[in-house]
């Protein structure tokens, strides 16, 4: 158990510019969850996947974000044009298929907009 | 709508002090719940998880939480604090109708330890 990888820990981008954000989940799980982490707020929920479907996006979730897991394994988060309020702590967390398992989270990737 | 809520963003006590972080949810069928640590820069590491077998669950670190369902309550305690329990401390809630794993979390309780 390697425990959860996101890469990178840190990105600093001017606003309008596109990023990008991998997680590499345990390797047994299934699920993968991306949630989004304010200053002195607790994170919110974005996405969820089980296997490659995504199953449930947050409002949250603007025409600007966009989450994939191609094969099921790893995933991406793509923020396009992105704007001052994108800035925050971006988690990833896995978990295993069986019954009400908890998530395992990453370090997370922590944006800032310039 | 459902919600998990800490009451109190800061406490402060002093080293071998009982710590107690207040967690209450809104939800008329009581949900899984989880509490978080948090240390600066990192992600969340799971302290404890009730899921209805024992309404005392022990956890990592000597924390433990009572489940309360006539209070709506899943308290975190520890009965003598220590200088690295400082951190952030999450409580969730799997709550009931969400998808499946989806966590709906309180605000945060930062937890100070003093020498």
């Known amino acids: 158990d390697t425990g959860v990888s996101q890469n990178p820990r840190h990105k600093i981008t001017k606003r309008g510019q596109n990023v990008t954000f991998r997680c590499d989940p345990i390797s047994e799980h299934n699920r993968l969850y991306w949630y989004r982490q304010t200053l002195g707020q607790g994170p919110e929920f974005l996405t969820y996947?089980?296997?490659?479907?995504?199953?449930?996006k947050s409002r949250l979730l603007s025409d600007r974000f966009s989450a994939e897991r191609p094969k099921g394994s790893f995933s991406t988060l793509e923020i396009q044009r992105t704007e001052q309020g994108d800035s925050a702590m971006y988690l990833c967390a896995s978990s295993s298929g069986s019954g009400h398992q908890p998530q395992h989270f990453g370090d997370g990737t922590r944006l800032s907009i310039l | 709508a459902q919600s998990v809520t800490q009451l109190g963003s800061h406490v402060s006590v002093s080293e071998g002090a009982l710590v107690l972080l207040r967690c209450n949810y809104s939800s008329s069928v009581p949900p899984y719940l989880f509490w978080y640590v948090q240390y600066p820069n990192q992600g969340l590491q799971l302290l404890l998880k009730y899921t209805s077998a024992a309404t005392l669950v022990k956890g990592i670190n000597g924390f433990e939480a009572e489940f309360k369902k006539s209070e709506t309550s899943f308290h975190l305690t520890k009965p003598s604090a220590h200088m690295s329990d400082a951190a952030e401390y999450f409580c969730a809630g799997e709550l009931v109708g969400t998808s499946y794993g989806k966590l709906t979390f309180g605000q945060g309780t930062i937890l100070t330890v003093h020498p």
């Open positions: 996947f089980q296997n490659e479907a995504q199953l449930e």
